[in-house]
């Protein structure tokens, strides 16, 4: 099993739609975690951290469900500009940094 | 603040010769991170540093892969001798610690090597 394991998509939504996916981890001492965004041949940067209580940021909302271990991504009201690659990132060690990535979740938003 | 600095942008190479790939962490970072990105295999994190000590390797795929920090301001990811299979784009990214929390990680623009 897979560290750090995403639905590949492709997501393809209409403008204004809503997408959602999820991510699921494999070591359930995992403190951290975040949600990176990558373009196409870009770096990726980080989107948003997740929290255990759940978190909004805009249109996004992370939410943490840590006793099935897997986090999830929900976007409102979708632009044009989110159509990218969406990574889920993960501490998998509980007292150090070393941070996983999932293989991404792949979002397009046509108009 | 000029962010993480990778060098050189790309890479062409012949298989067997040596590439040596070059990070500036942001100033004040203690964490350096050296990734790998695939289609096939995704991010991989391949050795990462805290205070310019390596603490895990055990992502660096072979003996022909090896990395160092001399300093809080350099790290090399050296592949000798190069092979095909070797071709991806590199990441080196950076953060840093503080009060018992992890930050987030900043990516320098990566370095795309093909080993022709």
């Known amino acids: 099993r897979k560290e750090v394991e995403q639905d590949p998509g492709p997501f393809n939504v209409p403008e204004g739609a809503t997408v959602a996916f999820n991510c699921t981890y494999s070591n359930s001492a995992s403190q951290s975690f975040f949600w990176y965004r990558q373009d196409c041949r870009k770096e990726p940067k980080l989107l948003m951290s997740?929290?255990?209580s759940g978190n909004e940021d805009g249109r996004f909302t992370a939410q943490l469900n840590r006793a099935s271990q897997y986090i999830s991504l929900l976007i409102r009201d979708s632009k044009l500009s989110d159509s990218a690659t969406y990574l889920c990132?993960?501490?998998?060690?509980?007292?150090?940094?070393?941070?996983?990535f999932g293989a991404g979740t792949t979002v397009t938003v046509r108009a | 603040d000029a962010g993480v600095i990778q060098s050189p942008r790309h890479e062409v190479t012949e298989m067997g010769q040596e590439v040596t790939l070059r990070c500036k962490p942001i100033s004040g970072h203690d964490y350096l991170f050296w990734y790998r990105q695939t289609m096939m295999r995704g991010l991989e994190l391949l050795i990462y540093f805290n205070n310019n000590v390596p603490i895990d390797d055990s992502g660096m795929p072979e003996d022909r892969f090896s990395a160092k920090m001399p300093n809080a301001s350099f790290s090399t990811l050296k592949i000798q001798p190069s092979e095909p299979r070797d071709s991806a784009v590199y990441f080196c990214a950076s953060t840093k610690t503080g009060r018992g929390s992890y930050s987030p990680l900043h990516f320098g623009n990566g370095t795309r090597l093909t080993v022709t």
């Open positions: 997740v929290y255990s």
């Open positions: 990132v993960v501490n998998l060690s509980s007292n150090d940094y070393k941070l996983s």
